[in-house]
């Protein structure tokens, strides 16, 4: 049985080109590799190479045809001892292509999208009431949060610039070098793509790092290998190969260290699938939410916050005390209007929900603490209850959290709103260095004041 | 390296050197099809073949032990199918089947197998160095004596993070082989016209890495020094780099007319140094296999492929749900 050739597909996006010229005539023999013609596409000039051993029987397309569709028989084949006889009719329509057998019915998506069902607030406190409480400050809490878990797991390690002989860039690893040794607290060498992907390949050889950026800004020069290898793989493996990992660090302006130092990463990370998100604000989420992170079976990003490393908090005696990621916390019940932030900008939020009191304006203040998953249903429940929303974040303003809430708000509780929904974010500029200009760039609790007066019409 | 060498005396026995000569074809004979199937589009975007190369990763394997781990960048088929991943599976990832290593979810570039301790499969140039280094950190924090096997190209040396990882794998005395697949085109920019170094090898010298430059067209010498390597690994003496000459066939993906090189430089490389024939006339030569053996050999592979190519036709496509699995574990 003569084998037919068929025209190839060249490129991802092929349908047809031309035959520009055989370099084979009929009769020759031809062996698998050698090149038999050549063929434009609208990129390219191509050679066109034999896959099967045997002589060419019949060219059922000229050179210089065009248009010819993928697919089509150019030539036939003849295997060993097989004469050419007749010459079949070329075929003007293409093969078909072997028929692909159908994928099974599709179920309905689990997207991270918020339930269609009446959204319910969640307002379980994180800790039984009466637990007793320690004041602790977050940099305490986040280092008791790595140490607790690594006294737990021999797989859990830590690794960063400045992380063990120093005692941390920031302090937030006092102690740990002497208590786990040089082996699980790893100094590393001033080079965060490296070794972001040396700890996402330890990951994938079934260790759990941690992964201390000396600030967010850094990670930049890591990304790819946070986006590209800790969050894709485990989809691009059909689920064999996951990448518990946790990078975390400061996120967002300090005080004064300008342009390069200054950016609030939230909404990048909460962009991509594949990636968990949170954003502490106190001291017991710090703690809760890191240990949680440790445990997590995904890659997750962890954004801290500088200016919050020596805040106070209550955070709960506890033997192993946790937070689920993915669950807001209702900070303050109100009536009136909604306000929901993170990280940070929970500062501005408090600060002006007992400002708005004085005034006689009850806000419901919402921490989401996770961005990605987002506790859509505490947001949706309490704005279907106050009927307005203000978003408040340090972040630069196009393509914030606050827009995506913005959405999301819109498309499940738009018949609820009373006011369009504000974004409070930072300004749409680089952050100044100059005192007075940089607070002019951040977010301000008088802002959030504004705004809340503004969804109020006050 | 461009004359033909005599052919040496193997130091392995006819049953090896008969082995190698399979598992080189299969690589070929697979690639080929995958080629073809390419040309009548079952399978899609980028198809980046192997032709040409297959003694590296056949020798390579050859010095590996059980545990060892293996990743490579997209140009990644041979390594699948030398260190044991089914044909079958990885040609129905190629078609994008639910067959396939991924479930069709990851494609040609994106492929990897746990059992075999396959790594990927990486996309992007040069990422999978430091996860290679990363691998062989995990292997040395937990104290068993495996190698990581971190191939990569002459393109991909010139990427920034291979220094970063030279660096860290030297300090940390990291149980990793640096392969540089040198097929002297990263895409199609000649090594000369890219790298400031004629030998990458020697790069490592810069960070205390010994390294040595291999005839990648001959598997036996890349068995040889794959066992240097490997030894001088599991000793604690650190990374080791084998920079491995060999040569593709084909374009650098299958949309690639190959205009920045000569036809006659193609030709002039399979006539003279094909890593497959110089063993197939070892093994006749050396009277290991009579040409009814060899031709026994190229039935039993060709019977492989074909199944693999009716296996990755006949799986069906991933069902329309897996679009919303394996986002997060």
Same mark, same amino acid.
């Given at each position: 049985?003569?084998?037919?050739?068929?025209?190839?597909?060249?490129?991802?996006?092929?349908?047809?080109?031309?035959?520009?010229?055989?370099?084979?005539?009929?009769?020759?023999?031809?062996?698998?590799?050698?090149?038999?013609?050549?063929?434009?596409?609208?990129?390219?000039?191509?050679?066109?190479?034999?896959?099967?051993?045997?002589?060419?029987?019949?060219?059922?397309?000229?050179?210089?045809?065009?248009?010819?569709?993928?697919?089509?028989?150019?030539?036939?084949?003849?295997?060993?001892?097989?004469?050419?006889?007749?010459?079949?009719?070329?075929?003007?329509?293409?093969?078909?292509?072997?028929?692909?057998?159908?994928?099974?019915?599709?179920?309905?998506?689990e997207a991270s999208?918020?339930?269609?069902?009446?959204?319910?607030?969640?307002?379980?406190?994180?800790?039984?009431?009466?637990?007793?409480?320690?004041?602790?400050?977050?940099?305490?809490?986040l280092?008791?949060a790595m140490?607790e878990e690594m006294?737990a797991t021999e797989e859990v390690f830590l690794m960063g610039e400045?992380v063990?002989?120093?005692?941390?860039?920031?302090?937030?690893s006092?102690?740990?070098?002497?208590?786990f040794? %040089?082996k699980r607290v790893i100094?590393t060498?001033?080079t965060e793509h490296g070794f972001t992907g040396i700890a996402v390949g330890a990951a994938f050889g079934g260790l759990k790092p941690i992964v201390e950026f000396m600030t967010f800004?850094f990670a930049m020069q890591a990304i790819d290998q946070i986006v590209n290898s800790a969050a894709k793989t485990l989809y691009m493996s059909g689920g064999q190969m996951g990448c518990p990992i946790v990078f975390r660090g400061?996120n967002?302006?300090?005080?004064?260290?300008?342009?390069?130092? %200054?950016?609030?990463y939230a909404a990048w990370y909460a962009q991509i699938p594949g990636l968990r998100v949170v954003m502490p604000?106190?001291?017991?989420?710090?703690?809760?939410l890191l240990k949680s992170a440790i445990r997590d079976p995904n890659p997750v990003i962890f954004l801290e916050?500088?200016?919050?490393?020596?805040?106070?908090?209550?955070?709960?005696?506890?033997?192993?005390?946790t937070v689920p990621i993915g669950?807001?916390?209702?900070?303050?019940?109100?009536?009136?209007?909604?306000?929901? %932030?993170?990280?940070?900008?929970?500062?501005?939020?408090?600060?002006?929900?007992?400002?708005?009191?004085?005034?006689?304006?009850?806000?419901?203040?919402?921490?989401?603490r996770s961005l990605r998953p987002i506790?859509?249903?505490?947001?949706?429940?309490?704005?279907?209850?106050?009927?307005?929303?203000?978003?408040?974040?340090?972040?630069?303003?196009?393509? %914030?959290?606050?827009?995506?809430?913005?959405?999301?708000?819109?498309?499940?509780?738009?018949?609820?709103?009373?006011?369009?929904?504000?974004?409070?974010?930072?300004?749409?500029?680089?952050?100044?260095?100059?005192?007075?200009?940089?607070?002019?760039?951040?977010?301000?609790?008088?802002?959030?004041?504004?705004?809340?007066?503004?969804?109020?019409?006050? | 390296?461009?004359?033909?060498?005599?052919?040496?005396?193997?130091?392995?026995?006819?049953?090896?050197?008969?082995?190698?000569?399979?598992?080189?074809?299969?690589?070929?004979?697979?690639?080929?099809?995958?080629?073809?199937?390419?040309?009548?589009?079952?399978?899609?975007?980028?198809?980046?073949?192997?032709?040409?190369?297959?003694?590296?990763?056949?020798?390579?394997?050859?010095?590996?032990?059980?545990g060892d781990k293996r990743l490579t960048s997209y140009?990644d088929?041979?390594h699948m199918?030398?260190c044991?991943m089914?044909?079958?599976g990885?040609?129905?990832e190629?078609?994008?089947?639910?067959?396939g290593y991924s479930k069709g979810k990851g494609g040609s570039m994106h492929m990897f197998s746990k059992e075999k301790h396959f790594y990927g499969g990486h996309g992007i140039v040069g990422a999978q160095v430091p996860i290679g280094a990363g691998l062989a950190f995990s292997d040395k924090y937990k104290g068993n004596?495996n190698v990581t096997f971190t191939y990569f190209?002459?393109?991909a040396?010139?990427q920034g993070q291979v220094?970063e990882t030279?660096?860290m794998a030297?300090?940390w005395?990291l149980p990793v082989?640096f392969?540089?697949?040198?097929?002297?085109?990263?895409?199609?920019?000649?090594?000369?016209?890219?790298?400031?170094?004629?030998?990458?090898?020697?790069?490592?010298?810069?960070?205390?890495?010994?390294?040595?430059?291999?005839?990648?067209?001959?598997?036996?010498?890349?068995?040889?020094?794959?066992?240097?390597?490997?030894?001088?690994? *599991?000793?604690?003496?650190?990374?080791?780099?084998?920079?491995?000459?060999?040569?593709?066939? *084909?374009?650098?993906?299958?949309?690639?007319?190959?205009?920045?090189?000569?036809?006659?430089?193609?030709?002039?490389? *399979?006539?003279?140094?094909?890593?497959?024939?110089?063993?197939?006339?070892?093994?006749?030569?050396?009277?290991?296999?009579?040409?009814?053996?060899?031709?026994?050999?190229?039935?039993?592979?060709?019977?492989?492929?074909?199944?693999?190519?009716?296996?990755?036709?006949?799986?069906?496509?991933p069902?329309?749900?897996e679009l919303w699995t394996d986002i997060v574990a």
């Open positions: 049985m003569a084998i037919e050739i068929l025209m190839p597909a060249l490129s991802p996006t092929m349908e047809e080109g031309t035959l520009a010229k055989w370099l084979v005539k009929e009769g020759d023999t031809v062996s698998s590799g050698d090149i038999i013609a050549e063929i434009e596409t609208d990129k390219a000039t191509m050679e066109f190479e034999a896959v099967d051993e045997g002589v060419i029987g019949h060219i059922l397309v000229a050179e210089g045809t065009e248009n010819v569709k993928v697919n089509t028989a150019i030539a036939t084949l003849l295997e060993d001892g097989e004469e050419a006889g007749e010459a079949p009719a070329p075929s003007s329509e293409p093969a078909a292509a072997d028929s692909t057998p159908a994928p099974a019915q599709a179920k309905a998506p999208t918020p339930a269609e069902d009446a959204p319910k607030m969640n307002l379980e406190p994180d800790w039984p009431e009466g637990t007793e409480v320690k004041q602790q400050t977050v940099r305490e809490a280092r008791d140490a006294r400045e063990a002989e120093y005692q941390g860039a920031y302090k937030i006092q102690g740990m070098l002497d208590e040794g %040089s100094d060498p001033i800004n400061p967002g302006a300090a005080a004064r260290v300008g342009a390069q130092h %200054s950016q609030d604000y106190s001291a017991s989420d710090a703690k809760g916050n500088e200016i919050l490393y020596g805040r106070t908090f209550d955070v709960p005696v506890m033997d192993d005390f669950k807001a916390r209702v900070w303050r019940e109100g009536d009136d209007v909604t306000i929901v %932030s993170f990280g940070i900008g929970m500062q501005y939020a408090l600060e002006a929900a007992d400002k708005l009191a004085e005034d006689g304006i009850s806000a419901e203040v919402i921490d989401l506790d859509y249903d505490t947001v949706l429940a309490s704005v279907m209850k106050t009927n307005r929303c203000v978003t408040v974040e340090e972040g630069f303003p196009v393509g %914030s959290i606050g827009n995506h809430l913005s959405a999301t708000i819109m498309e499940k509780a738009f018949d609820y709103l009373d006011a369009p929904v504000i974004n409070c974010t930072g300004k749409d500029v680089p952050m100044p260095y100059a005192a007075n200009l940089e607070k002019l760039a951040l977010v301000t609790t008088d802002e959030v004041i504004a705004a809340v007066k503004q969804v109020t019409y006050r | 390296m461009a004359a033909k060498k005599a052919t040496p005396k193997p130091n392995v026995s006819g049953d090896t050197l008969k082995n190698y000569y399979r598992e080189m074809l299969l690589i070929r004979r697979f690639e080929e099809k995958a080629g073809q199937l390419y040309g009548m589009g079952l399978i899609g975007g980028f198809c980046h073949l192997y032709i040409g190369q297959e003694a590296v990763v056949v020798g390579l394997e050859a010095a590996a032990d059980e140009r088929h041979g199918l030398a044991g089914d044909p079958n990885v040609m129905a190629l078609t994008g089947r639910e067959g004596n190209g002459d393109g040396a010139n220094y030279f660096n030297a300090i005395q082989i392969v540089i697949e040198n097929n002297q085109y990263a895409m199609g920019t000649s090594q000369q016209r890219s790298t400031s170094t004629p030998d990458i090898y020697t790069r490592g010298a810069a960070f205390g890495i010994p390294g040595e430059v291999v005839d990648g067209m001959d598997v036996l010498a890349v068995k040889e020094a794959g066992e240097k390597a490997v030894m001088h690994c *599991r000793a604690g003496k650190g990374p080791y780099i084998l920079e491995v000459k060999t040569y593709r066939y *084909r374009g650098h993906s299958m949309s690639d007319p190959a205009k920045y090189r000569t036809r006659e430089e193609v030709q002039r490389v *399979r006539e003279e140094r094909d890593p497959i024939e110089r063993v197939r006339e070892m093994l006749l030569t050396g009277k290991h296999a009579s040409e009814d053996d060899l031709k026994a050999i190229d039935k039993e592979i060709k019977a492989i492929v074909n199944e693999s190519a009716e296996f990755a036709k006949s799986s069906p496509l069902a329309e749900s």
